[in-house]
């Protein structure tokens, strides 16, 4: 199919476990995602999904609820989260991590605060794609570093950036790390092996520390593959710290748990000067959860997949059917819909709380994914589409009578 086309036909089939999601929990509980609005509001803007979490992961936390085991964790002999997230690599994503490399941390905001600490100075140039998860902008920009956007063009064909006198650019703004966040939340672009080839071989002539946050590689659309920035090749498995988790693909994102494999030998010596009390403490909850994803999840994964994929056309299908251009792309990966509103009625120079006040709708505001840059995301809006087909028809039904 040419790229950016329209698939036409139905969706693929939603699983029943998806097929309807229960509102009055979501409300009464204490997630931020529905708890936090006025009840007339449907919430589609955080980035946790309507959904439970798989069997495996639910069960793991009763039979540690159940022993009220709730203490500060302890395992004899190897971490398992690290174990499980070396097997996954290796069976699902094709990339072997180190053994020893491997850190246990609470989150990735966490991993990305640490890693910019001890591996760029105050002033250093970080670059990062434009728009970008929020938080990572807030905290670069708060260490004293500065943020160097890469930003993602919009074409025909689909999201992508520029690698024209990348080296020559990143050199002049004074790049010390890279931030590259693959699959790319908000535009749900899976980076070809030909672009990150391009990223490794500017961090290897401009000797870069590239910190590569891999969180949506389970949540990736056929034909697309995921390919880890640290398999490339030695040099570049070398001066790369991939950070993941099980929160995103399998909903757990409350429980707090994380990983990072640290590649660069002088930001693991770094790390191990560090006292093992500032690196924060998953709880057993999170640990166990995590393992049980990673380890016994994949088939509702599957499920979940082919839910997310039957969802995403309907966003695709009802943005082409829209009497105004939104710019929309369907994501490759992750349940992000990035659209832009510049060609609707509304003027507002916050369009989601325009949304939100006038159809009843909570999306992302668009501006906060280029917040401290130069670059102009205001007219955007990130929808979250990981919820049922019905409560997601009721979605942009209400959108598109804006
Ligand atoms: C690209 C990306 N990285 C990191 C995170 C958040 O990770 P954590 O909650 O572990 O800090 C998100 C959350 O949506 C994300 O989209």
């Not at 086309?5 to 995602?33: C, H």
């Not at 961090?203 to 995921?226: M, S, T, Y």
């Not at 609707?344 to 369009?351: F, G, M, V």
Request: charged share 20%; aromatic share 8%.
């Amino acid at each position: 199919m040419t790229p950016g086309a329209v698939p036409t036909g139905s969706p693929p089939p939603v699983d029943t476990r998806f097929a309807a999601i229960d509102q009055r929990r979501l409300r009464s509980g204490y997630g931020v995602k529905w708890g936090s609005l006025a009840p007339d509001v449907i919430g589609a803007w955080v980035a946790d999904m309507d959904f439970g979490v798989p069997p495996a992961v639910r069960e793991s936390i009763l039979r540690v609820t159940g022993r009220e085991d709730f203490g500060y964790p302890f395992w004899p002999g190897a971490d398992p989260v690290v174990e499980a997230f070396q097997d996954r690599m290796a069976a699902r994503h094709g990339w072997q991590p180190e053994p020893g490399r491997t850190r246990v941390f609470t989150d990735l905001i966490q991993v990305l605060q640490v890693m910019v600490e001890h591996a760029t100075a105050p002033g250093d140039g970080i670059a990062v794609h434009v728009p970008c998860y929020p938080p990572f902008l807030a905290s670069i920009a708060r260490s004293g570093r500065r943020i160097v956007p890469l930003p993602m063009l919009w074409s025909e064909s689909g999201w992508g950036f520029s690698t024209d006198d990348l080296v020559d650019r990143l050199h002049r703004a004074g790049c010390r790390m890279l931030v590259l966040v693959n699959p790319h939340n908000p535009t749900g672009r899976v980076f070809t092996r030909d672009e990150l080839t391009a990223l490794a071989m500017a961090a290897d002539a401009l000797d870069l520390v590239v910190l590569a946050d891999e969180i949506h590689a389970d949540l990736v659309f056929a034909p697309h593959r995921h390919v880890p920035f640290a398999s490339l090749g030695a040099s570049t498995a070398a001066r790369t710290i991939t950070a993941t988790s099980a929160t995103k693909a399998f909903n757990i994102a409350g429980l707090r748990c994380a990983v990072a494999h640290v590649g660069p030998d002088h930001v693991q010596d770094r790390l191990a000067r560090a006292p093992l009390d500032y690196f924060g403490t998953p709880s057993i909850l999170s640990r166990v959860a995590t393992v049980a994803a990673w380890r016994e999840s994949d088939g509702w994964l599957d499920d979940l997949l082919r839910t997310l994929d039957h969802n995403r056309l309907l966003v695709q299908q009802w943005a082409a059917g829209l009497p105004w251009d939104l710019r929309h792309h369907a994501p490759q990966a992750t349940y992000l819909s990035w659209l832009d509103l510049s060609a609707t009625p509304i003027r507002d120079p916050e369009p989601a709380a325009h949304l939100e006040r006038t159809v009843a709708v909570k999306l992302s505001e668009g501006a906060e994914f280029a917040q401290a840059t130069p670059v102009d995301t205001g007219s955007f809006v990130r929808l979250n589409f990981a919820t049922s087909p019905a409560n997601l028809h009721e979605i942009l039904a209400r959108i598109a009578a804006l």
